[in-house]
């Protein structure tokens, strides 16, 4: 049974024209995360929200927003997208407690190709 | 120097043989270490969390040294089903929670 949901799986877009991606849990996790992976690089944190507290990373681009309606969704909105955002974006989820050794689970990812 | 750093590979190695993976972290403060297996365009799955007395998991060890800032994973007796991209992840405390950062990943290929 999936356990984090992301859709769509492929997405493609125009070079400026918004996106969204979403991500939904089963799991009640308290934290949800997005990552954005480039080929042969590591996954790199934009965002997590921790309950509904929104945490950005220093260095993700304004272009990259997210909303956490309730605790089973988030979603990735990529305002203008430019032909450095095509990558896999993958939401990930994780029980968070205080001592940071909590496992986050994966989605499959929404792998966004940009025309 | 980036904050977690991985040998890219690709390690090459026949079936049976044993491989080992280092990953350097630059942040001595870093408390949370985990190892993830990512295969051919799939996401990351948790191998195994990594502590600080060292844990082992079937023919998979994991091992911390903080005086030196480094984690291993050794992978005995490898099978085929052993290739994949093995990522390396270190968790710190900051503001808002815990920053995690993943390595960029070693690459292994089990060859019959």
């Known amino acids: 049974d999936a356990m984090v949901i992301q859709n769509p799986r492929y997405q493609v877009t125009q070079f400026g024209k918004p996106v969204t991606l979403s991500c939904s849990q089963t799991?009640?996790?308290?934290?949800m995360y997005w990552y954005q992976q480039k080929s042969s690089q590591a996954p790199k944190l934009l965002f997590h929200?921790?309950?509904?507290?929104?945490?950005n990373e220093a260095d993700t681009p304004d272009n990259f927003q997210s909303r956490r309606p309730n605790t089973s969704f988030c979603f990735l909105d990529i305002r203008s997208p430019g032909l450095g955002d095509a990558a896999m974006y993958l939401c990930?989820?994780?029980?968070?407690?205080?001592?940071?050794?909590?496992?986050?689970?994966f989605g499959p990812g929404t792998r966004l190709t940009v025309l | 120097r980036k904050e977690v750093e991985q040998d890219p590979g690709p390690f090459n190695v026949p079936e049976g043989a044993t491989v080992a993976f280092n990953c350097t972290y630059s942040?001595?403060?870093?408390?949370?270490f985990f190892w993830y297996r990512q295969d051919c365009r799939k996401e990351p799955k948790l191998l195994m969390s990594?502590?600080?007395s060292g844990n082992e998991d079937g023919r998979f060890t994991a091992q911390l040294n903080r005086a030196s800032q480094y984690i291993s994973l050794l992978i005995r007796d490898s099978k085929l089903s052993d290739s994949a991209t093995y990522l390396c992840v270190v968790k710190t405390r900051g503001t808002g929670g815990f920053k995690t950062i993943f390595g960029a990943g070693t690459r292994l290929f089990v060859k019959a």
């Open positions: 799991l009640n996790h308290n934290v």
């Open positions: 942040n001595s403060a870093s408390q949370s």
């Open positions: 990930a989820t994780s029980s968070a407690g205080t001592d940071g050794t909590d496992t986050q689970y």
């Open positions: 929200y921790y309950d509904k507290d929104f945490n």
């Open positions: 990594v502590y600080s």
